[in-house]
């Protein structure tokens, strides 16, 4: 079992900066695929990015490769989510999943699930 808690959310203007976090517990954090989903209102929750448990591979939506990534710390159960040039429709709650398994795009994949983040970007 893992326990996920997510921070590092706020207010931004757009083509601003964020770091999310997403801090693990339980010693078997290194072993499972990470993710970062987020859901805006009215929509559904959709792929952000992932990692691998040694972070040796990471996966990125189309809406955001090359401005957000994602990153972990095994040593410290820590995945993280550097969001740069962020613009409105970034706008959401944002959540970090784990799953046994290798990565994965969809939901339905994660075991675990954190509380979310807000995350809010003005224009």
């Known amino acids: 079992q893992v326990q996920l808690v997510e921070s590092g959310g706020g207010l931004v203007l757009a083509g601003g900066s964020l770091r999310l976090s997403c801090a693990g517990s339980?010693?078997?954090?290194?072993?499972?695929?990470m993710g970062w989903f987020r859901q805006a209102p009215g929509k559904e929750r959709e792929f952000v990015a992932a990692?691998?448990?040694?972070?040796?591979?990471?996966y990125y939506a189309d809406s955001v490769k090359g401005r957000f990534t994602i990153s972990r710390d095994n040593a410290k159960n820590t995945v993280y989510l550097q969001m740069n040039s962020l613009k409105p429709e970034d706008t959401g709650v944002y959540y970090c999943a784990a799953r046994r398994s290798g990565t994965a795009y969809y939901t339905g994949a994660y075991d675990h699930w954190g509380q979310g983040t807000q995350v809010t970007v003005s224009s």
């Open positions: 339980g010693r078997t954090f290194s072993a499972y695929a």
């Open positions: 990692i691998r448990w040694n972070g040796g591979s990471a």
